[in-house]
């Protein structure tokens, strides 16, 4: 039986049931929306490539029609480095060294942010050196990695680590320093100690910045695991651009340009998801 609220004043009953199913049926309406408008944009991109390769090719020839080869021309090679099997070997070979970099600098930029934030001493120390390497690109650190590290998978990691470790660091210090408060004098007032109030106060009240912060350096390990494959990498979607580079094979390039993108763009919708389940107040 649906439940009924009495209104006041002789008005007619709230039934919750059914303000509850609108409310759901608006939700998903929106959620409907929302994932259509984003697919036709995808589209409209891939549609608007499409035609100015097909343009140019047929008509136009404002430049070498190799330059620019269309979906379906990309869509050939890939199918074809699938058969062959070498497409999913440098998407796993690019994964792999992405996770560990990425969960490294997660771990590295949570614990520094979390310990420059709540002891002054740490920070006093700590924060200046990294303000002072923050400024400089992460490519000029990489030969650097290569002569301390060798030319293997450590300074590959290490580059990707060192890139994405600065957005957490920064998010989850700002995070935690301006967490209100009011919300850890009313824990404090209620006999908390210092670890329950970093647990269950400070730490859930930065989650948000934490969060934005571990979504834009997984991306930013995307960005630059270009570069860091470029050097001495045997497989990866880096290497596998760097190659085409070699032979002129623009659509191998694209090919892997493209595949960087799709995963950049599935593990941020991923991120979004975690986000959304850890701090659903944030909506």
């Known amino acids: 039986m649906a439940a009924r609220?009495?209104?006041r004043g002789g008005a007619a009953p709230l039934d919750l049931a059914a303000i509850e199913a609108a409310s759901a049926r608006q939700e998903r309406r929106r959620r409907w929306q929302r994932v259509s408008t984003r697919t036709?944009?995808?589209?409209?991109?891939?549609g608007a490539w499409w035609a100015?390769?097909?343009?140019?090719?047929?008509?136009?020839?404002?430049?070498?029609?190799?330059?620019?080869?269309?979906?379906?021309?990309?869509?050939?090679?890939?199918?074809?480095?699938?058969?062959l099997g070498t497409l999913q070997w440098d998407v796993l070979a690019s994964l792999a060294r992405v996770a560990q970099g990425?969960?490294?600098?997660?771990?590295?930029?949570?614990?520094?942010?979390?310990?420059?934030?709540?002891?002054?001493?740490?920070?006093?120390?700590?924060?200046?050196?990294?303000?002072?390497l923050r400024p400089i690109p992460p490519l000029a650190f990489l030969p650097l990695l290569?002569?301390?590290?060798g030319i293997g998978e450590a300074?590959?990691?290490?580059?990707?680590a060192y890139s994405a470790f600065f957005p957490i660091f920064t998010t989850t210090r700002e995070g935690i320093k301006y967490v209100d408060p009011l919300l850890v004098?009313?824990?404090?007032?209620?006999?908390?100690?210092?670890?329950?109030?970093l647990r269950y106060v400070i730490i859930p009240a930065a989650m948000p910045s934490i969060l934005t912060g571990l979504r834009l350096s997984f991306?930013?390990?995307?960005?630059?695991?270009?570069?860091?494959e470029f050097i001495a990498a045997e497989r990866g979607l880096g290497f596998l651009i760097n190659d085409a580079r070699e032979f002129f094979r623009v659509d191998r390039m694209l090919l892997g340009a493209a595949a960087i993108g799709l995963l950049g763009y599935g593990f941020n919708q991923l991120f979004g998801r975690l986000e959304r389940a850890l701090v659903p107040w944030k909506d």
């Open 5 to 7: 609220v009495e209104a």
């Open 40 to 46: 036709l944009s995808l589209l409209a991109l891939f």
């Open 185 to 197: 004098r009313a824990a404090e007032s209620l006999g908390a100690t210092q670890r329950d109030i």
């Open 52 to 83: 100015v390769a097909a343009a140019n090719a047929t008509y136009f020839k404002w430049f070498n029609p190799v330059l620019l080869p269309a979906p379906p021309a990309i869509g050939k090679e890939a199918w074809r480095l699938l058969v």
């Open 155 to 160: 300074s590959k990691i290490g580059f990707i």
């Open 146 to 149: 290569v002569l301390y590290l």
């Open 102 to 132: 990425f969960v490294l600098a997660a771990i590295l930029g949570v614990v520094a942010g979390t310990l420059v934030a709540r002891v002054r001493t740490i920070e006093n120390v700590v924060e200046p050196v990294l303000d002072v």
């Open 219 to 228: 991306a930013l390990s995307f960005f630059v695991i270009v570069a860091a």
